[in-house]
């Protein structure tokens, strides 16, 4: 992996885990999303619309489509992520959305669009792995010394956990197939799947305008994070797709583990801290040696 594309992945794994503490934070439910979407319309119009105006004219059917497909994927991504998140721990959810996501993606890159894996990143994926592990809970899942209801968040965040993966896994190969293959701009891709987001979202908040206006009361700062610095992170990874392989940039971007189990866990109070600190220097390991292969 080129060392540009290494180094856009690591400062996107830093913003992704610090809006995804700000997501948890907030403990929102589908209205925080589309506060999350309105703000990301509003605060980068001028460079879509800039940009779209160069660019989109020449948009064709097929490039619509790839913005419609990630448009609802993300939608339910983040959706599923933040229900997830009121139910269990971040330090549940994330991992294991974080590390099942870009693994399926790299399957997907490496069985059907011709990309290949050598041992070294074979042994990163695998380190990933083991590190995912270890930060959702480890051994200690399958053992009964925590409460009935520790072991019952547990569950529900490795079941919702894996589930954002899937969608993740989804809105990555839509998304990488668009940059890579199309050579369409990230930014577009992402802001005009915004508007997409936003159409599915809407509802919500006109369903009870005046509970959404409290909502935003309560809400509105934690929205401004993300709406403002989300898309940074994952424009970076779009980027970084362009000048690396789909099944090298995916697994490296678990280096917002490393970031999470720490911001998480002091900032959340969550438990098991040493299992998932050295879960994350599994996944920071990985990480490296899929960069190095």
Known sequence: MPASALALVILAGLIHACWNIA?????????FSCFS???????????????????????????????????????????????????????VVYPLARGSGPLLSSLVATLFLGEHISA?????VFAVVIGV??????????????????RARVRKGMLYGLLTGVFIASYTVVDGY???????????????GNFVRLAFLLPALFRKPHEARSLWKVQWKYATVVGVISPISYVLVLYAMQVAPLSRVAPAREVSMLF??????????????????????????????????
Do not use: N
Not at 47 to 72: I, K, N, T, Y
Not at 262 to 287: K, M, S
């Open 120 to 124: 070294l990143g074979f042994g990163g």
């Open 37 to 91: 979407s309105l703000v990301m319309m509003v605060f980068w119009a001028p460079v879509g619309l800039w940009l779209g105006w160069q660019q989109v004219p020449a948009w064709g059917r097929h490039e619509w489509s790839l913005v419609a497909a990630s448009g609802v994927l993300h939608t339910i991504y983040f959706v599923v992520l933040l229900r997830g998140y009121r139910k269990a721990d971040l330090t």
């Open 133 to 150: 592990f270890l930060i959702a809970g480890g051994p200690g899942l399958f053992r009964d010394t925590h409460s009935a209801d520790h």
């Open 260 to 293: 999470a189990a720490l911001i998480g866990g002091q900032l959340l109070g969550e438990g098991d801290r040493l299992a998932r600190f050295f879960g994350a220097a599994c996944i920071g390991a990985g990480v490296m040696a899929l960069a190095l292969s």
């Open 178 to 192: 668009a940059v890579k293959m199309l050579f369409m701009s990230p930014i577009l891709v992402d802001y005009f």
């Open 23 to 31: 997501a948890k934070k907030a403990g929102g439910d589908v209205r």
